[in-house]
RNA sequence: GGCCCCAUCGUCUAGGUAGGUCUAGGACACCGGGUUUUCAACCCGGCGACAGGGGUUCAAAUCCCCUUGGGGCUACCA
């Protein structure tokens, strides 16, 4: 068995690229057989030069590897459409040989106008096959004219086109109303999508198909290719498989993350705009624009200008989901599950459990809904899960490319970080709640919530100062007397632990969330503990109400 | 407009091919309570669905038809 994943190189792998190659990736695992990743590059207005290595390193980042491709080779390359033009021609002319493809002459713009014409009737438009066709002088007549040249196929019009779906079952179109005959070449010689696609799967010996819905309608004019290139070959076996949506409303698009951010904005009436454009790198100009919904900037001044306002983007490319704090694990279990089920009520599942269980034919009809609540969910059970060698070390990819400040402290520290933090539903929380003991200790940021609804009551500096003095006759420091201490302190004057606590934590950390507090001195030391206290106090016993 | 696909809790889904065991199961979310040094996690409990209408049948979530709703395609994009 041979599957494959063909994306298009205009970007970063989305959600529903990395499902479709995840279903693929595991169909060829389940049955040993092997799995191609192909390069639809034939587009050269919408290729984007980064984009076929973007989609690499989310595949790998993702555990999906493939067995021919780019950078691996393989028997049946290249695995650049680009690189395979003398296929696409051969056949091309084959085809036109045969009398079962013919030229074309028409602009864009007379297209348009017949399309135009066939609305108006309301009626579909089906391309008019020429009773002739042009002629070998045609063409060169045409080209001399300045005219595009296009070939298309004639679609046999006398039996209707039978797609049998793995998931759908059996289904019946009739030629006349798919459309007329389609391009097979454009004019600038490079195919188009459905004859690439038929003659590499071919050629590469493509026995299964997992692809989304959005292609079904183009499975009946691939097969009456097929069929034509190939007379007495088996065409591979497909699965059409639903699409996914976001929970946001309406398709999972990359317009979203501009779209939250602006939706933001406006509820910050406030807000320094040139500053905030500095942090964007755009001229204040662009940014009121943005404002107004005429333009976008582009996707790293968004993703920076939310980041200083600490606005949450939703994410939508598995780039995304990896600088959130997501294990690659979590999105592999739950992209399998959105719209596939083991048959069992397993949810929770291993990638090796996910190989051994996956059948295409239970792929579910519908579409389903992108549920970020219940991705989180999942990452919180994955990050429990998996072995804490393999969380540390997509900890550190995530602390890498968030240029942490927890890049200082050494591997023990993370773990013991990371244990600490059991329960953390992603990387980003850990981050969080630890980042205070790396950074420098008049750094630190008080939050103003924090401040009045911890510091400035129940005499909490006052209890402070009393931490602070048993705290400074304390040698060794270790986490078991801080706890004897503080909660000694609790019962000595009449209160819950959390009013000797809390003050503690926001002066050593600025806000009410941190690690465990006695972790939380401990990690900090004795002196670095003293001395933001010290600060706390020095900062706020003055402005503190009586 | 034409063609095609789809329809079970708010969401992901089990059940549908072989109609009765489904007063419809699980998970996430939500609500209430518990635990607690913060957040999270954790424990207990609760709310909650067969889109509507017709058939077929002793019996329909399950089979058939219609309506409605959602999605896709209708490109020299893939």
């Not at 968030?402 to 013991?416: I, V």
């Amino acid at each position: 068995m041979v599957t494959r994943f063909a994306p298009s190189p205009t970007g970063y792998l989305h959600v529903g690229g990395a499902r479709t190659a995840l279903f693929n990736w595991l169909w060829a695992r389940r049955s040993g057989g092997t799995f191609i990743l192909r390069i639809e590059d034939t587009d050269l207005k919408r290729n984007t030069p980064t984009a076929t290595r973007q989609v690499m390193q989310d595949l790998r980042w993702l555990g999906i590897e493939w067995d021919e491709g780019p950078e691996v080779g393989g028997p049946n390359g290249p695995y650049l459409q680009s690189e395979r033009l003398d296929y696409y021609t051969r056949y091309a002319r084959r085809l036109l040989d045969a009398g079962r493809a013919y030229y074309c002459f028409e602009t864009p713009e007379e297209l348009d106008a017949m399309r135009a014409q066939a609305e108006a009737q309301k009626k579909g438009f089906i391309y008019p096959r020429p009773p002739q066709f042009p002629s070998q002088q045609d063409v060169e007549k045409a080209r001399a004219q300045g005219k595009p040249v296009t070939i298309r196929f004639a679609l046999p019009l006398d039996k209707p086109l039978v797609v049998d779906d793995l998931i759908r079952g059996r289904i019946s179109f009739h030629p006349a109303e798919l459309g007329g005959d389609f391009i097979i070449i454009k004019s600038d010689g490079f195919p188009t999508y459905n004859f690439a696609c038929v003659v590499d799967d071919y050629h590469m010996r493509i026995t299964h198909v997992i692809r989304g819905q959005e292609h079904l309608m183009n499975t009946p004019g691939q097969k009456a290719l097929w069929e034509a290139l190939f007379p007495g070959e088996a065409t591979p076996q497909y699965a059409h498989m639903s699409v996914t949506v976001s929970d946001t409303g309406g398709k999972l698009s990359k317009r979203e993350r501009p779209q939250t951010l602006r939706a933001a904005l406006e509820t910050m009436p406030d807000i320094d705009l040139a500053k905030l454009a500095a942090v964007g790198g755009i001229p204040v100009e662009a940014l009121q624009s943005f404002l107004r919904a005429e333009s976008t900037p582009d996707i790293p001044a968004i993703e920076a200008m939310a980041a200083h306002l600490d606005v949450h983007l939703p994410e939508i490319n598995i780039v995304d989901f990896f600088r959130s704090g997501y294990l690659p694990e979590t999105m592999v279990n739950f992209l399998a599950l959105l719209g596939w089920n083991p048959g069992d009520q397993r949810e929770i599942m291993t990638v090796e459990e996910l190989i051994r269980s996956f059948d295409p034919t239970r792929l579910t009809k519908s579409n389903s809904l992108f549920d970020r609540k219940k991705l989180l969910a999942f990452n919180t059970e994955h990050l429990r899960m998996e072995p804490p060698e393999r969380v540390l070390a997509h900890f550190q990819a995530y602390l890498r490319e968030a240029e942490s400040p927890l890049l200082r402290a050494d591997d023990p520290t993370r773990a013991r970080i990371l244990k600490l933090c059991e329960g953390a539903r992603t990387f980003a929380d850990v981050e969080r709640k630890s980042i205070f003991v790396f950074i420098a200790d008049d750094q630190v940021v008080f939050e103003e919530k924090a401040v009045q609804k911890v510091l400035f009551k129940d005499r909490a500096l006052e209890i402070l100062r009393q931490v602070r003095e048993k705290l400074a006759g304390m040698d060794p420091l270790t986490e078991q007397g801080i706890e004897e201490m503080l909660r000694g302190l609790a019962e000595q004057r009449q209160v819950g632990l959390g009013k000797v606590a809390q003050p503690l934590r926001v002066a050593l950390c600025g806000t009410t969330i941190s690690l465990p507090i006695f972790d939380s001195v401990s990690l900090l030391g004795k002196e670095r503990t003293l001395r933001r206290i010290d600060l706390t106090l020095r900062k706020f016993e003055a402005a503190a109400p009586a």
